[in-house]
């Protein structure tokens, strides 16, 4: 997105124009045409904008001199910029004269109107381009064709994202690399599957973090074990695979816990595998002479070779505890295992588990996949019938659509050719290879009407934007989409088939469809993939924080972070809740870990459970770990950080980038003294290029110091009280994160709004433009009577214009 080129002339303007209105097109250019002087509305933007906002300063690259009230919606994008900003609180800037809410309310809403009967009248729902299937969803569309978990990390590059998400189509783009690879995995996933014996053996290799804790009982381990890993593994036939379990070592290849003995266990599915004592001494003292119990020696005893049944099983690895067991974490001085790379101190870790094979294979076995795809098993004279038949139902659900007779003979000459070089079922295996590389699987198509011309007869009216034709989108098409909106996955049979009916556009049909899907698991991936990125969660993996300044952190507490945002939406989602609770919550979601992390009394073991939250500061996303960490730095917090994460994700006013070559903070004062960090930030400020940015963004994030770069409460930071305190850009004085969650659900449709614009550019795949703001504000005031429940956000986006329509190619051809 081009970004606005801002005006440096004075503070105050600065800190309105450097906020950048999220999803538009910039450099609009002013309507033509005197403001008529004895509108209210011109009055208005004469007294209190075109001051900054005129031909000569162009604040922020537009000018309201001109302003033409009287064709509002023919200039959408610049009273669109004009709407989100005055929504926001950010004009006029803080300690300008402003007019009196209602007035302004008035105005808006003016605007608002106008725009929103025009698109009502004339729906301009923009186009998708061709949606190849992302990572995630080829992954999921896989495990619900064939019951088959795979891995498409290792099959599949990651996608590029835009707008802040992995699913737009326009950046989804195909390489001739990347079709090879599509090409591979087919072959690969294919032969999984159905269990061809003749698969090369091969080998998988599960690593465990380095800085994963490993001296506590983790979750999903039995009770009674410390550390370990576990996993969950797919053997692709009956046969001899061989387990191999590795121990941390540092970089001498000294292993960690070998001096005292402890009990290692392999198991796979709850049965034991082995268990072996690694470490201890002799009877003489002594470890060296000790063999099988450390080094070359012991990684061999945890070598396991043994004949396994095809399918998906679960393995771990973990010590053992014994009823004598010293605690020593009692005395321990770091919550974490150890800061020291090197220390071999403690309880044996797990590195890796690594399973190799298949050997000596036996049959291609019983496995989930294997009975979702050969739904018959014939004899030789039904052996055309039934590969029709098989084949045909995996395409009708790989395909979204049923399959006709000319697709069936597609998939037929691909069965003759495996079946003459094979049996059955390499006849199928090739034909599932040919549906699994298919363009009609990869992508998501959604064909314009016969010759462009929108009918009635197929389902999908044309419906007047003007000369541009737009189409209501045909049942199939409006079933892809619902399906990889909420499941990221392919629709099922029952969402196939009402589409096949026609009977999925019915508003009541649809509705019924869509809470069907929230209640399903599946609709988890509204967390994994669109909350995940919407608050950017992903970034905490890569998170790691200074030992230094943070000696506690580890990976235990990264997961117990992150898992405690997701149970937190999850509740949200399943208990159809208020979205507002996103920010007001007096509940949360803790283990051990993570209480004690927050100073938590009382909670034990490493089981999450709902508790009420300690304090007001932890009310909602604000006051949890994972937000606070992935907004600072490694060794301190950041401001800036979390007053842009905010600004951008919850209240939808990004800033702009910074300019070049900024200067790095100063370390002191201007006489040398140690000064705080909010000291430095306002030396920082002193200069007018960036005093405009920072004077949006800064207040925002100090209002957060209270949390340090972790997310723990503190009252101090090196001996100084922390200032809490500040000016909102709206001039709302705020003391502190409690101060800040109020002013922002003061405004509860600005926070409703920037969600629903988040969760409109997931659904459809494509960033939002302004004619898309009708459709949100809809949404929005719709999802009003329901005090913003979470299905009614859902609900409001699937009967969106932009979701249920779309403009023809020819349409985009001639606006742009």
């Known amino acids: 997105m081009r970004t606005i080129v801002l005006s440096a002339a004075v503070a105050f303007v600065l800190a309105v124009v450097c906020v950048e209105p999220a999803g538009f097109a910039q450099g609009t250019a002013a309507p033509s045409g005197a403001v008529a002087g004895s509108s209210p509305d011109a009055a208005l933007i004469k007294t209190y904008c075109a001051t900054c906002h005129n031909d000569r300063t162009r604040s922020g690259e537009l000018s309201l001199e001109h302003a033409d009230l009287a064709d509002i919606p023919k200039h959408a994008e610049l009273w669109e910029k004009v709407i989100r900003k005055v929504r926001a609180g950010m004009m006029p800037p803080a300690g300008m004269p402003r007019p009196e809410a209602a007035t302004f309310e008035a105005f808006v809403s003016h605007l608002e109107t106008s725009i929103d009967r025009s698109a009502a009248a004339n729906p301009r729902p923009g186009r998708t381009a061709l949606h190849r299937l992302n990572r995630a969803e080829y992954a999921n569309a896989i495990r619900d064709l064939l019951s088959l978990q795979i891995d498409a990390t290792a099959l599949l590059p990651p996608d590029d994202e835009?707008?802040?998400?992995?699913?737009?189509?326009?950046?989804?783009?195909?390489?001739?690399?990347?079709?090879?690879?599509?090409?591979?995995?087919?072959?690969?996933?294919?032969?999984?599957?159905?269990?061809?014996?003749?698969?090369?053996?091969?080998?998988?290799?599960?690593?465990?973090?380095?800085?994963?804790?490993?001296?506590?009982?983790?979750?999903?381990?039995?009770?009674?074990?410390?550390?370990?890993?576990?996993?969950?593994?797919?053997?692709?036939?009956?046969?001899?695979?061989?387990?191999?379990?590795?121990?941390?070592?540092?970089?001498?290849?000294?292993?960690?816990?070998?001096?005292?003995?402890?009990?290692?266990?392999?198991?796979?599915?709850?049965?034991?595998?082995?268990?072996?004592?690694?470490?201890?001494?002799?009877?003489?003292?002594?470890?060296?002479?000790?063999?099988?119990?450390?080094?070359?020696?012991?990684?061999?005893?945890?070598?396991?070779?043994?004949?396994?049944?095809?399918?998906?099983?679960?393995?771990?690895?973990?010590?053992?505890?014994?009823?004598?067991?010293?605690?020593?974490?009692?005395?321990?001085?770091?919550?974490?295992?150890?800061?020291?790379?090197?220390?071999?101190?403690?309880?044996?870790?797990?590195?890796?588990?690594?399973?190799?094979?298949?050997?000596?294979?036996?049959?291609?076995?019983?496995?989930?996949?294997?009975?979702?795809?050969?739904?018959?098993?014939?004899?030789?004279?039904?052996?055309?019938?039934?590969?029709?038949?098989?084949?045909?139902?995996?395409?009708?659900?790989?395909?979204?659509?049923?399959?006709?007779?000319?697709?069936?003979?597609?998939?037929?000459?691909?069965?003759?050719?495996?079946?003459?070089?094979?049996?059955?079922?390499?006849?199928?295996?090739?034909?599932?290879?040919?549906?699994?590389?298919?363009?009609?699987?990869?992508?998501?198509?959604?064909?314009?009407?016969?010759?462009?011309?929108?009918?009635?007869?197929?389902?999908?009216?044309?419906?007047?934007?003007?000369?541009?034709?737009?189409?209501?989108?045909?049942?199939?098409?409006?079933?892809?989409?619902?399906?990889?909106?909420?499941?990221?996955?392919?629709?099922?049979?029952?969402?196939?088939?009402?589409?096949?009916?026609?009977?999925?556009?019915?508003?009541?049909?649809?509705?019924?469809?869509?809470?069907?899907?929230?209640?399903?698991?599946?609709?988890?991936?509204?967390?994994?993939?669109?909350?995940?990125?919407?608050?950017?969660?992903?970034?905490?993996?890569?998170?790691?924080?200074?030992?230094?300044?943070?000696?506690?952190?580890?990976?235990?507490?990264?997961?117990?972070?992150?898992?405690?945002?997701?149970?937190?939406?999850?509740?949200?989602?399943?208990?159809?809740?208020?979205?507002?609770?996103?920010?007001?919550?007096?509940?949360?979601?803790?283990?051990?870990?993570?209480?004690?992390?927050?100073?938590?009394?009382?909670?034990?073991?490493?089981?999450?459970?709902?508790?009420?939250?300690p304090n007001e500061a932890r009310r909602g996303l604000l006051g949890q770990a994972s937000i606070l960490t992935v907004t600072s730095y490694p060794n301190r917090t950041s401001p800036v950080e979390r007053g842009k994460w905010i600004l951008t994700n919850l209240l939808g006013v990004p800033p702009q980038p910074p300019p070049p070559n900024i200067p790095p903070l100063p370390d002191s004062g201007a006489d040398g003294k140690v000064v705080s960090l909010r000291q430095r930030m306002e030396r920082h400020r002193a200069s007018a290029v960036c005093a405009g940015c920072h004077r949006v963004m800064d207040p925002i994030g100090f209002a957060m110091e209270n949390f340090d770069g972790i997310g723990r409460w503190r009252a101090k930071e090196d001996g100084a009280a922390i200032d809490a305190s500040g000016t909102l850009f709206t001039g709302a004085k705020l003391d502190g994160v409690n101060g800040l969650r109020q002013e922002m659900t003061k405004r509860p449709e600005v926070f409703i709004g920037v969600l629903t614009e988040r969760m409109l550019t997931y659904a459809v795949g494509r960033g939002l433009e302004h004619y898309d703001m009708p459709a949100v504000r809809a949404i929005v005031r719709d999802a009003k009577s329901t005090d913003y429940r979470f299905s009614s956000i859902v609900l409001g986006v699937v009967r969106s214009v932009p979701f249920q329509m779309k403009e023809t190619t020819s349409t985009v051809k001639e606006t742009r």
């Open 162 to 613: 835009s707008s802040g998400f992995d699913n737009i189509a326009d950046v989804l783009t195909v390489s001739p690399s990347l079709m090879e690879r599509y090409l591979s995995a087919s072959w690969n996933i294919s032969r999984m599957a159905l269990g061809n014996v003749n698969i090369t053996p091969s080998t998988a290799t599960y690593r465990v973090r380095p800085d994963l804790s490993q001296d506590q009982h983790l979750e999903g381990l039995p009770p009674g074990t410390r550390g370990g890993m576990k996993i969950d593994h797919t053997f692709p036939v009956d046969g001899e695979y061989v387990i191999k379990l590795r121990l941390w070592r540092n970089t001498f290849d000294l292993m960690r816990g070998m001096e005292d003995p402890h009990d290692v266990e392999i198991a796979m599915d709850g049965a034991r595998l082995t268990v072996v004592t690694a470490g201890g001494r002799d009877d003489f003292g002594r470890m060296a002479e000790n063999p099988g119990t450390f080094g070359a020696d012991l990684d061999r005893r945890l070598t396991v070779r043994l004949p396994v049944k095809a399918g998906t099983h679960t393995l771990w690895a973990t010590t053992v505890l014994k009823s004598h067991a010293p605690r020593d974490d009692l005395i321990k001085p770091f919550i974490k295992t150890t800061i020291d790379g090197l220390d071999i101190m403690g309880d044996p870790s797990v590195d890796r588990i690594t399973i190799e094979g298949p050997y000596a294979v036996v049959a291609s076995g019983d496995s989930a996949s294997r009975r979702k795809i050969l739904q018959c098993r014939p004899t030789s004279a039904q052996e055309t019938s039934c590969a029709r038949r098989i084949l045909t139902t995996l395409a009708r659900q790989a395909y979204r659509k049923p399959v006709d007779p000319a697709t069936a003979d597609v998939l037929m000459n691909f069965y003759a050719r495996g079946r003459k070089s094979g049996d059955f079922e390499r006849g199928i295996e090739s034909a599932l290879q040919f549906i699994l590389a298919s363009p009609e699987f990869l992508f998501r198509v959604e064909p314009d009407p016969a010759d462009g011309r929108p009918s009635v007869a197929d389902g999908r009216p044309s419906v007047a934007s003007g000369s541009a034709p737009v189409y209501r989108l045909g049942d199939l098409e409006l079933a892809s989409r619902l399906s990889f909106f909420l499941w990221s996955s392919l629709p099922d049979e029952p969402l196939i088939a009402l589409a096949a009916q026609g009977k999925l556009k019915q508003p009541a049909v649809l509705e019924q469809q869509v809470r069907r899907m929230l209640a399903d698991p599946r609709s988890r991936t509204l967390i994994d993939n669109f909350a995940e990125q919407w608050l950017h969660l992903r970034n905490l993996k890569n998170s790691n924080p200074d030992l230094g300044a943070f000696p506690d952190f580890d990976d235990n507490l990264r997961q117990a972070m992150k898992e405690e945002t997701e149970l937190f939406f999850d509740s949200i989602m399943r208990e159809d809740r208020s979205v507002m609770d996103l920010l007001n919550a007096d509940y949360t979601f803790v283990n051990e870990r993570l209480a004690r992390h927050y100073g938590m009394p009382n909670i034990y073991g490493s089981r999450f459970r709902r508790v009420q939250v």
